[in-house]
């Protein structure tokens, strides 16, 4: 069971194959029963359709799973906007004196999710203007010169994804507080890598500070 929520339009209504609201075939009493079928009048559009397996993975290419990381589900944030221009646009992993970094200060192991998003209009909803990527590490805040991968906690593929965002696992492997290193860049160096950013920190800890 799907539900499209724009399904009153004239142009995005409803699945209407195998398993649609006028499919009478499949539809049977024991059908309606055991899915617990109510839709109601197919005639309203309300957005709510079934499809089977095979025609939904013939028809949806992408499937995105939204966390609700809300102060309600005990998470926390903190965010920083910033631009790669000039000096910062250094090229990534590159030139990692020049690139854009951020200390990340936790008081006790965490789960956490880093969300790098580009904040120029490229027009698209999932894709952005430049290929990005950032990496997490264990610094002591400090100014990562170099990639020591003993130190690497987690880093984000290159993408030109509008929002690439990632699950890191802040374990007991140092004595906390501790302060860890983020560094976020744009793949190309130069006016073809400038663009805005936005760097935010989900994480259930209290004190956390970025």
Not at 4 to 9: D, L, V
Not at 183 to 191: L, M, W
């Amino acid at each position: 069971m799907l539900r499209n929520p724009h399904g009153r339009q004239s142009f995005t209504r409803e699945w209407t194959g195998e398993w649609g609201d006028q499919d009478y075939e499949n539809w049977t009493d024991v059908a309606k029963k055991t899915l617990k079928y109510a839709n109601g009048n197919p005639e309203l559009f309300d957005g709510l359709f079934w499809m089977n397996s095979s025609d939904f993975l013939a028809n949806f290419k992408y499937l995105y799973v939204c966390r609700e990381l809300t102060v309600r589900m005990g998470w926390r944030s903190q965010s920083i906007m910033s631009e790669w221009k000039g000096n910062s646009s250094a090229g990534f992993p590159g030139q990692l004196r020049n690139v854009p970094q951020y200390k990340l200060t936790l008081s006790q192991p965490s789960a956490a999710y880093v969300a790098l998003t580009q904040t120029d209009d490229s027009g698209s909803s999932f894709k952005g203007k430049l290929f990005i990527g950032w990496m997490v590490s264990r610094e002591q805040g400090k100014l990562m010169t170099k990639i020591d991968k003993t130190r690497m906690i987690s880093k984000a593929g290159i993408s030109d994804l509008k929002v690439l965002s990632q699950e890191v696992e802040f374990d007991a492997k140092v004595s906390y507080p501790y302060s860890f290193t983020i560094v976020c860049g744009s793949k190309d160096a130069g006016p073809a890598g400038e663009g805005g950013f936005e760097i935010k920190v989900y994480s259930r800890d209290p004190k956390m500070t970025l």
